[in-house]
């Protein structure tokens, strides 16, 4: 998510997300139809379902990009405006937000420069170990694989230390290595009580990763599951194939 000058708007910080009977249309084409659910702090919540499900549109609504045409989205207890909550806020879609003609430490220092954080250049340097690519930070990122960017992108939207991770098909483009290790880093992030909710299709990777489960078509929610397992199996017997 562009951080829109969250660095001089007070964040708000929360411990859940509730969606509650949340509809989105466009025209007369409805994408969700009151989707309901809950995600707390230290949750990775699966959104599952086939292309058009509305998967993508449900995480435009999370991160308050979207306004839901009824029902309502709410971040804790407490009132915030749009611009209070996207600094707690990170989001990793189809759009990696890089800019090619930067280095990646170039990239995550003006993002972390745009949400104010603090010591940005440890923070920066943190980011790129983490993403394995401190030897390469100082390369263009027009230079690196889909699946580098990939990384680099994820620490992008992590730069602020956001409660929310939202993730549109975070695997794409990673090899074997690369997914395994993404797999590890949510569930680092989970520990360290992160709010991380990933839309995929792969649902090998996800199956044993979810604690939360919601199974989507049609932009209805058909099912939901609690640490599910045999997740392959649950979703073609609730979706199809």
Same mark, same amino acid.
């Given at each position: #998510?562009?951080?829109?000058?969250t660095?001089?708007v ?5 411990? !859940? ?10 025209? +007369?084409?409805?994408a ?11 949750a &990775?919540?699966?959104?599952l379902?086939?292309n058009?499900a ?7 609504v999370?991160?308050t =990009?979207?306004r839901?045409?009824?029902?309502? !989205?709410?971040?804790?207890? $407490? ?7 996207r600094?707690?806020i990170?989001? =990793? ?8 003609? *930067?280095?990646?430490r170039?990239? =995550?220092?003006?993002?972390?420069? *745009? ?5 940005? /250049? /440890?923070r920066?340097?943190a980011a790129?170990?983490? $993403?394995g690519?401190?030897a ?6 027009? /230079?690196?694989?889909?699946? #580098? ?9 992590l &730069?602020?230390s956001?409660?929310?991770?939202? *993730?549109?098909? %975070? ?5 074997? $290595?690369?997914? $395994?290790?993404?797999?590890e880093? @949510?569930?680092?992030?989970?520990t360290?009580?992160?709010i991380v &909710?990933?839309?995929?299709h792969?649902?090998?990777?996800a199956?044993? @990763?979810l604690?939360? /489960?919601?199974?989507?078509?049609d932009? +209805? ?6 640490? %599910?397992?045999?997740?392959r199996?649950?979703?073609?017997? !609730?979706?199809?194939?």
């Amino acid at each position: #998510m562009t951080p829109q000058s969250t660095a001089h708007v007070a964040s708000q910080d929360f411990d !859940v997300v509730t969606a509650r009977e949340v509809s989105r249309a466009f025209g +007369r084409r409805r994408a969700l139809n009151k989707v309901s659910f809950s995600a707390a702090a230290g949750a &990775i919540v699966g959104v599952l379902g086939p292309n058009g499900a509305g998967k993508s549109t449900l995480l435009g609504v999370l991160s308050t =990009l979207l306004r839901p045409t009824s029902g309502s !989205v709410s971040y804790g207890g $407490a009132d915030a405006t749009p611009a209070a909550l996207r600094s707690r806020i990170g989001v =990793l879609g189809h759009d990696l937000f890089l800019y090619p003609e *930067l280095t990646a430490r170039e990239n =995550l220092q003006f993002f972390a420069g *745009l949400y104010g954080v603090a010591d940005a /250049a /440890a923070r920066v340097a943190a980011a790129l170990q983490t $993403a394995g690519l401190d030897a390469r930070a100082d390369d263009l990122t027009s /230079a690196y694989s889909r699946g #580098m960017r990939q990384r680099v992108a994820l620490e992008r939207a992590l &730069i602020h230390s956001p409660r929310l991770l939202l *993730l549109d098909e %975070p695997f794409t483009g990673l090899d074997d $290595a690369s997914a $395994a290790a993404l797999v590890e880093r @949510l569930r680092g992030l989970r520990t360290e009580g992160r709010i991380v &909710i990933l839309a995929t299709h792969d649902l090998d990777l996800a199956d044993g @990763l979810l604690d939360q /489960a919601l199974f989507l078509r049609d932009g +209805r929610v058909l099912h939901t599951a609690t640490h %599910p397992e045999r997740l392959r199996a649950t979703y073609q017997g !609730v979706v199809g194939r």
